[in-house]
């Protein structure tokens, strides 16, 4: 058997950063080495410093683990593998580009360069084929790579797109979402603001969806990706759940299906491409499940639907207003909508011989 | 002083009929002499049968009043002036029309009968004069009469659409809603299946609001109301609040304003027709403000604007995408969107002259 | 191997049912055979009948399982070696003695018949000796017999006590529990109740503490057990949690320890028993654990404990105050509170030999 | 009528600031004249500072008020009436010592200096005669004096016991605490961290019940307050639910009363000294009820009792286990907690000449 690879994660307190240590801990192909994190915490161990939230426990070799401050430099000099960023937008970027120039190549779950055309933007099972734009990052004198994690919000929807869109070819997408609290970090939303409330107003976040959706479902043509032909237009709210961003759409198409149900047997034979045959750990065994309960998908129960890494499906109809579908899609923001899908994204470039 | 009218209660222990029974319990205009229950909780005091929820309290007379059994003739024989139902939707239709037809004049809350073409289905700053449609209820030879509270999520959508459709007519929307537990009724949802989650059907929900907002709408044309020309798609989703329904809403418009600017003067300058004039005194300065903060409105800080009878709306945007606007509107589900509405349309009816 | 035994639930689609039927459905020693339902149920496929909300998923198999109606004649003629009843308290008890009668063992959950001096109720690794008691029920002219699974709070405080009562002897327990919803079965606490609220009042609980507790640590001496001589009083409380009873405990102690320290490594030492070396299959490595983080044991984070059967201790001190220790404790309301202690309690009596 | 007095708010963006804000915005003697906060929100305008979470709104004139940077010698120098301090631990006690050297009178929420014997700590109905010992603080070479709000929970404990003491003595006294959110400050507790669950941890909660319930409810005699004979032992947890802080109390008597009813009474009957025949604006008509429902207090039914500043006590009982009785009390943690008992303070001091 082959060597694990070493692998480091950035901003591993954060409650992504939790989510990669958890996943990262007891992976088959990776061998967590070091966790980083900002200056005022290194030093202390992991289990010191880190406010443990998550569902998920991690090996307990972790806990014992020094933090490490997070210098470019001496990241570099360790040779990781593959390293993993957790880190907060307005460090993100700057430290990324930096370790990216010094060789070192990153899986990133922060927003920042997204949307670069030369930067991958991941959700493995839609768009393998963007992996390559790694490839050109070299013009911009790097040794290394960055690729992305999209946005959680956003890595569920075109999920459960793909499938419409390539039989059905997606005209216009309008997405009201209700997104858990987690999705805004370990103290992103005090308790004094969301109990027996909701918060219609996540920055940024409709943005993202409009754009980084159509990046993700975009055609690789040569060196650049041509973003996909439809528009989306989104109002994104934050609710009093723990984990699990829930999303009511409606999908107008092009041509439409007949049923219901045949929309629902395109979704559900859904593979991914060749992910799966790829063999990585991560992948689920059905990107998208279609739940046929009248009441479902609900966060609590359908959240941890292929290890987290699977979007529900559900109360799928033909919608006669819209000449299309519409839809309730349920998937876990930190799982599929953050780390998990960025250990996926990892497994799927060193498959693809980038690391 | 003229003497006030004497009101009653049906369903008054359940949380529609708490907030009726509070609000009754200290009326300008109205007595709140009977309190109507199922038989089982019949002879028991309101205070040893109710399980009291809601926020606002009654008159403390209200606690030693003895529950009546419902039996239509009986309400019929004491003569009241006006009475209002709380019923469930099971029992409601035939007790209802048999009240009517005994002479009773009957608001209620209940869904079956909104959509018959002589009940006015009345949110009064939107459809005032839709109150007349009470004279052709004659023709079923009933002495008394049946007024309907809409659905509440449709209450609420309609009041903000009024001013958007009267000046720039809506041509299509889509909505998703979060909607609190207490629509569901005190026993609706159990707090097992709503903590840390969310519930993506309603049922009925979605078909009410494509209904009857469109009645609400709809033009008076001699004796029937002809139903406004835009479709409704909704998407209904029950979340961990309390009390207050909030909407996700995308309104195509034919005629869309310049600015988003534009669009909030029209909202916030709708006076809701001849309401305001009449006096009526559960009628809100404004049925309609809007928020300019960023993350407004929520449930917790806007239901109670108006005393619960005002519509909040927030995020208004122009959405190039659909070629009119986006919003976020909040309104208190068992008080414009039932009791409060209720009585503001028994307040209308007496004063233009039906009891 | 053997073959495995063949078991039944009675009152499958409650809450504690769907914990039963979630364990049962993939046991190493017992083959779940039928689930049994009050008669508006009977007959509808399982996965029709059954609102699930618990985290823990069964096997596929038993989501199409018809249920039967519950005649104890007909679950006597079918000869399962151990059934298992969930039934709500207020058919329990005729229904339990009537299969017992019929020659059905019978391990329930409900309260009635608890404190009857030839019943045992087990919480195993506390009194796996009074076990025995169920020879003498052929007195009562049964061919079954019953055992009972005690009151969740009491389980999860007995656990706890256990140690510390062999070591320094208890002389007065002083408790006020935080419970979760999940307590109150599928249905108890609405959410228009518990959202931004406790109730501070648990119908019958605080009298089953301050009852059970000193059977459950009595002492067996012939063929009845002599209660234990320290007295328990109570507050119990409902919090808007899901799963995991919480309790503050101030426990006087006849010869309290010197330091926290030690009352804690008497509690870590605590082995319960012999049931480790019996193998029973649901015995946890632990039945208790000690955390040391000073905001431990959290519901949420620890309920799960060694799959739900330990129970979790924190904020261990010497209280001055008392004179013994003060603690929290916390463990998993339907898991070592209810089903899953069944469980272990069939385990026991049949390793035992009485089934 | 004479004129109002002129007061300031110290910490007027946090979560207390907010309470002190809008009770002061409406005061019939105080005339709120200044904001102060931290220095990189000076020059805002209050309603661009802060968030606004709880539900009592103030005056709308304070949305434009310019926050001012807090310099005590600037503060010193505007010759305010009363300033109110709702500053943080970690600064209050530096600021309010200088204030005070410089003349100015301090009402403080902040948890130093309360046990200083010079300095009273007031639960007006509870010690009022304390009041005087601000006279002593003029030996520190103070031209000002400070006078301090109680610990919340502490506050609300010995509204309480005030009465139980007075009548039967208190011997012990065993509580455990189910506390709200809002007690930690507007981001003290985040959603990540309780939706779902309960940290039974804050910090230094205990010893502050333990120690300044005794100083609150001791003697004065000539200059020193001799503490109250009993002994406190406390568990404190913090709870899902916004506002209102519920204790789960067991109070050992040396004369215990013969009857619940009787202690009932007691509790019922207690009009909290003189306070009552002062005409104090913010004294509630009871400063303690007594709730018969079984099932009651509840914080969202009973948290706004006397306008928030009336402790609800339910569930009591004689506890022959401890010789005494036990109940549940509840108050609200910001109002009667917090804010509200400041104002009370300040209009004590007022009217007995210290302002």
Redesign the interface.
């Known amino acids: 058997m082959p060597e694990k690879l070493r692998v480091a994660v950035l901003g591993a307190t954060g409650?992504v950063g939790q989510r990669f240590v958890a996943r990262l801990s007891r992976h088959p192909w990776f061998d967590l080495e070091a966790l980083y994190s900002s200056p005022e915490k290194a030093g202390l161990r992991y289990g010191e410093a880190v406010?443990?939230?998550i569902?998920e426990h991690p090996e307990d070799y972790v806990w014992g683990e020094r933090l490490r401050p997070l210098k470019p430099e001496e990241v570099a000099r360790e040779g990781f593998d593959i390293v993993f960023s957790a880190l907060p937008s307005n460090v993100a970027s700057d430290v990324e580009v930096e370790l990216a120039r010094l060789g070192v190549k990153v899986v990133s779950n922060a927003s920042p360069l997204r949307m670069e055309p030369d930067i991958p933007l991941l959700n493995p099972e839609v768009n393998a084929d963007h992996a390559r734009l790694v490839e050109l990052q070299s013009k911009r004198g790097w040794r290394g790579w960055i690729a992305k994690v999209p946005n959680c919000t956003t890595a569920i929807l075109t999920l459960a797109l793909k499938p419409l869109h390539d039989e059905y070819r997606v005209k216009?997408v309008?997405v009201?979402t209700?997104q858990a609290?987690?999705g805004a970090?370990?103290?992103?939303?005090?308790?004094?603001?969301?109990?027996?409330?909701?918060?219609?107003?996540i920055p940024g976040e409709e943005e993202k969806m409009e754009t980084e959706s159509r990046k993700i479902l975009g055609t690789l043509r040569g060196t650049r990706v041509e973003p996909a032909g439809f528009?989306?237009?989104a109002?994104t709210?934050r609710?009093?759940?723990?984990d699990g961003h829930?999303e009511?759409v409606?999908v107008e198409l092009e041509e439409p299906p007949a049923t219901a149900d045949e929309a629902a047997r395109v979704l559900e034979e859904f593979k991914g491409n060749r992910i799966k045959s790829l063999g990585l750990p991560s992948a689920p065994e059905k990107p998208v499940i279609v739940r046929k309960e009248?009441?479902?998908?609900?966060?609590?129960?359908d959240r941890l639907a292929g290890n987290g890494m699977t979007v529900a499906v559900?109360?799928l109809r033909l919608?006669p207003?819209?000449g299309g579908v519409?839809m309730?899609i349920l998937g876990h923001n930190t799982i599929r909508g953050a780390a998990g899908n960025g250990v996926l994204i990892a497994e799927l470039l060193h498959k693809l011989g980038y690391s």
């Open positions: 409650l406010q443990w939230v569902d216009r309008t009201a209700m609290v987690t970090g370990l103290r992103g939303v005090p308790s004094t603001v969301i109990i027996d409330n909701l918060v219609p107003f528009k989306v237009t109002i709210t609710v009093p759940v723990l829930t009511a409606f009248v009441d479902r998908p609900q966060p609590r129960l559900g109360r919608d207003v819209t519409k309730v």
